[in-house]
């Protein structure tokens, strides 16, 4: 069996140096968020992104806020119990994301209990691995299959900051219905597109709160560039995704 090792953070981590592994590793992020370089470039990660790393690439990730994740190392990517279309052998690192149900993170939690418990060799470890591959080969292909929300997934990151951004507008401009292309777009991200612009908006609040004292920003300032014309949902907002106010998160870091 090609599986190496499953493993996970032994706590909440901020930073990592720089490494690299002789085979595949893939990570799941379960908590936090922050950025990954990987093979000089950097990768925004939330939960329920997924990095697929190829052998020999240098890698790390960073978070203000601290990160877990749910890694396993692989010899190959190949899901030999499971019929693919072609062998899935990335040489190029991959950025994915689980499910809306989160099932490649309860699969990769499963799989890490067993590895810990000495089944590592077993059947149903075996069996649990394949699954896991073959859905992060099903996930690769879905989000590289479908430019219709890779476009959508532009529109939103690149108007995060405009107030007046309509998510309906842009669903309307693919030429679907709202309800197909939203269920499509959920398909392949994990979240609805609401949800996707929502988090971008909160990530980049989340950095300047970080910086408000170089930046020297107030807290209405940083709403209205982060998307908000009202200060007072920015911060109901922000604290829904958080748990903190954004005066609680600046002082906190």
Same mark, same amino acid.
Do not use: F, L, P, T
């Given at each position: 069996m090609p599986l190496i090792m499953v493993g996970a953070s032994p706590g909440v981590l901020h930073d990592i140096n720089m490494h690299c592994?002789?085979?595949?590793?893939? /990570?799941?992020?379960?908590?936090?968020?922050?950025?990954?370089? /990987?093979g000089g470039k950097e990768y925004p990660f939330v939960p329920g992104v997924i990095h697929v790393i190829p052998p020999d690439m240098p890698h790390t990730k960073k978070s203000a806020d601290g990160f877990r994740d749910i890694y396993l190392h692989a010899d190959s990517l190949q899901p030999a119990g499971l019929p693919v279309k072609k062998a899935f052998e990335p040489r190029e690192p991959l950025v994915l994301t689980d499910d809306a149900s989160g099932t490649l993170e309860k699969l990769m939690s499963v799989l890490l209990s067993r590895y810990l418990l000495g089944a590592e060799s077993d059947e149903i470890t075996g069996m649990l691995f394949e699954i896991v591959l073959h859905l992060v080969e099903k996930r690769s292909t879905a989000g590289l299959a479908d430019p219709v929300i890779s476009e959508l997934i532009r529109a939103i990151t690149n108007s995060y900051s405009d107030p007046d951004f309509q998510v309906t507008d842009a669903l309307l401009n693919t030429g679907f219905s709202k309800d197909y292309i939203r269920r499509r777009f959920r398909s392949v991200t994990g979240m609805t597109p609401v949800e996707y612009l929502r988090n971008v908006r909160i990530s980049y609040a989340r950095r300047m709160l970080r910086q408000k004292d170089t930046l020297h920003l107030s807290i209405n300032e940083i709403a209205l560039m982060s998307g908000f014309y009202d200060v007072s949902y920015f911060c109901r907002v922000f604290h829904r995704v958080t748990g903190v106010s954004p005066t609680q998160y600046m002082n906190q870091n």
């Open positions: 592994h002789d085979c595949y590793e893939i /990570i799941m992020n379960s908590e936090g968020e922050g950025v990954a370089e /990987i």
